[in-house]
Structures are given as C-alpha cells and as structure tokens.
C-alpha cells in the first residue's frame, strides 16, 4: 500500500541531501566544535558556514544566531530569558489567543493593549492549525510605535522555509526555528536575536555560543538545517506557487462532499501548505485512524498536545462551536506531495465519510 504523508507541520521527511550530509558528519566529521584539534575545527567550520547560510537568508549576523535543540527551546529562551533580563523594566507580556482569520484586527489588538510596562510581545506567524498567517510587518511597527522599548517575537516555526521573513524589516527582535519542519532533523532549531536585545541563559554549563546557550552544539544537527532551508529558498517562489495549487485542488475536492467546510478561508494571508477540514457527524480521531488504514497519514490538531484530550483554543476562537472542534483534520502539505498524492487523499475521504456518518452514534 503506498503511503501519502500529508501531516508535514507536526514533522517532515528529511531532503535525501541532508540525511546524506548529516550522515556524513556523524560517521567522519564528528569531532567536538569547541576542541582545538583538526577534528574541532572541522565541525567549527561547519558550523560557521551553516551560519552564514541562514543568516543570509534572513539578511542579519550570524553571530544573531544561536543554536538550540528545537523550536519549543527557542520559544522558551526568547520569552524566559527575555523576561528575566527585563523584569526591573515590567512584568507586562502579550500575546495573541489565535491568529484570526481577520488577521488586521489582531494588529490593531495588539497596539491597543501595549502598556509603558509592556516588556515582549510574542505573535505566531503562521498559525499551525489553520494556516492563518499575521502582518508580521504591521504588528511590529505597531508594537514599536506604541512602546520602542518592547521586544517584538515571532515564533516562526510554520512559517520558516514557506515565507520571506526579514526581522530587521518587520522589527522583530527575537525569531523561533525549528528544523525538523523544513526536512531537517528533529533535535534541532536556532534563535535569532537582535542586536542590543538583552535575554539572559536559561542553560548552563559550558558556556559554548557565549555563554548564552551552554551544551555542546549539534554540528550535523545545525549543518543539516542550513543545507535544508537554502534547499527551501532557492526554489521558494516556485514551491510555493506548487503548493497553493494543490492546496486549492484538494480544498475544490473534498468541498464536494456534502457538508463538510474549511476553516480559515476568509484570511487575507494564508500559508500555501496547512488546511483545516471540518467534517461534521465524524469524530476526527475516527476519521484519522480509517485514512491510515488507507495509507493516508493526516492530523487531529497540533502534534505537540498529542495524548492531551483538549478543544483547541484556535478552533474556539474562531467561532466553532460544540461537536465541530471535535470534527477537524489538519491536512498539511511539503514540497513532497504530488498532485496523485492530493487526488487520492481527497477520494479516500469522499469515500469514507458518508460510510462513517452511518455510524456515528446520535
């Protein structure tokens, strides 16, 4: 049975071209990157040119950048270490409930609730459940017209590899990665961090990456992530544009079948890769498990709540109410799938839909 792996924001496939560097690394450049010997300087070498990579590509230092073990650690060191080193300034932090479809309005939200104690704002960039993406741009000049002194975040974990996001322009000071979201490998993310932005450590120990991020770092790791996201960027545009044409294929599709309806659709900004599919009367674990015995691999909501029974926040916000947050799907695409992979998908939810509503229990 030929699998369609249609679950790429809670993980993806590595590029054959990272597993093959990263492999590499591992079996002959392995050495420690802080060791003075020809092994160390090796691996420093690799990770000095990952930084100019990804440093490139969002037009900053590399020495902005620094290396953590995934997105959630990065998240944690900019909004921690953040409010640690600020706390004589205020105690007062933001951030929004969801990223709703009107997106503007949460701009316009977000100035009117910065305070002169207001020490961070942290925004999602692009939502994970329903592919919304924010004015990135226009909340941080908001942020900073409204208070200068705020540090503005982004968790770009969704967004990163799918959208050009400069954070001098947008006025971001501190930006979230991960790389096992852009065919990386899991264990690994970075944190850019602006110039004259002051967080403090949240681990200590052998104070690599000046101190602000003790542990030795992840060469393959970084290595791998740097060639993936200028894999990603060298061909973005193109990508992308493959990507919202088998979005709006799969979405032309499965909107055939009656009474089912996608979440998001009004947003003015949309990621080209996340849909989120409500089909009311199928209970979305159910749902989940009948596609997987198809070969056909979907969410139920946000990996990371996995064995977490909950209503998700960003469906609730969104105006969904009742059976229909327990009625939703996340289908999220990669520059893997395939127009046969969207068809197929599409028609193996066609077909068991109507078989499931049977025996859905009233």
């Given amino acids: 049975m030929r699998e369609i792996y249609l679950d790429n924001s809670a993980t993806t496939r590595c590029f054959p071209e990272t597993a093959e560097l990263m492999n590499k690394l591992y079996l002959e450049e392995y050495g420690n990157p802080s060791s003075m010997h020809h092994k160390g300087v090796e691996a420093e070498r690799r ?32 909004i921690i270490g953040a409010a640690m080193a600020m706390r004589r300034s205020g105690r007062h932090l933001i951030t929004t409930v969801i990223e709703h479809p009107a997106v503007l309005e949460t701009m316009r939200l977000v100035e009117a609730a910065v305070r002169e104690d207001t020490i961070l704002v942290s925004v999602m960039h692009t939502n994970n459940e329903i592919g919304t993406i924010q004015p990135i741009e226009e909340i ?3 942020v900073k017209r409204r208070n200068p002194r705020t540090l503005f975040h982004v968790d770009a974990v969704q967004g990163f590899g799918k959208a050009r996001i400069l954070p001098k322009k947008a006025r971001i000071d501190l930006l979230s990665v991960s790389g096992h979201k852009i065919h990386a490998a899991k264990g690994v993310g970075f944190l850019y961090i602006g110039d004259g932005c002051r967080i403090r450590p949240i681990l200590f120990g052998g104070g690599q990456q000046k101190g602000m991020r003790s542990g030795t770092q992840n060469t393959a790791g970084i290595a791998g992530m740097a060639l993936s996201a200028r894999i990603l960027y060298d061909s973005l545009d193109r990508d992308n544009e493959e990507l919202c044409r088998l979005r709006d294929l799969f ?3 499965v909107t055939q079948i009656p009474d089912v309806f996608i979440n998001g659709m009004g947003a003015a900004r949309r990621a080209p890769h996340i849909i989120s599919l409500t089909v009311p009367g199928v209970r979305a674990e159910v749902l989940l498990h009948a596609l997987e015995d198809k070969g056909v691999y979907v969410s139920s909501g946000s990996a990371c709540a996995t064995n977490r029974p909950h209503l998700s926040g960003t469906l609730s916000a969104i105006g969904l109410k009742g059976d229909h947050l327990d009625n939703t799907i996340r289908i999220s ?22 078989f499931l509503r049977r025996y859905t229990r009233h």
Avoid: F, Q
Wanted: with cysteine.
């Fill in 333 to 354: 695409l990669s520059v893997m799938n395939t127009e046969a992979d969207v068809r197929e998908a599409a028609a193996a939810i066609a077909e068991l839909v109507p």
């Fill in 47 to 78: 990770l000095t040119g990952a930084s100019a990579i990804l440093a490139g590509i969002l037009k900053v230092r590399p020495a902005n950048l620094i290396y953590t073990s995934c997105g959630t650690e990065s998240d944690n060191l900019a």
């Fill in 251 to 253: 979405i032309s599709l």
């Fill in 140 to 142: 941080g000049a908001a």
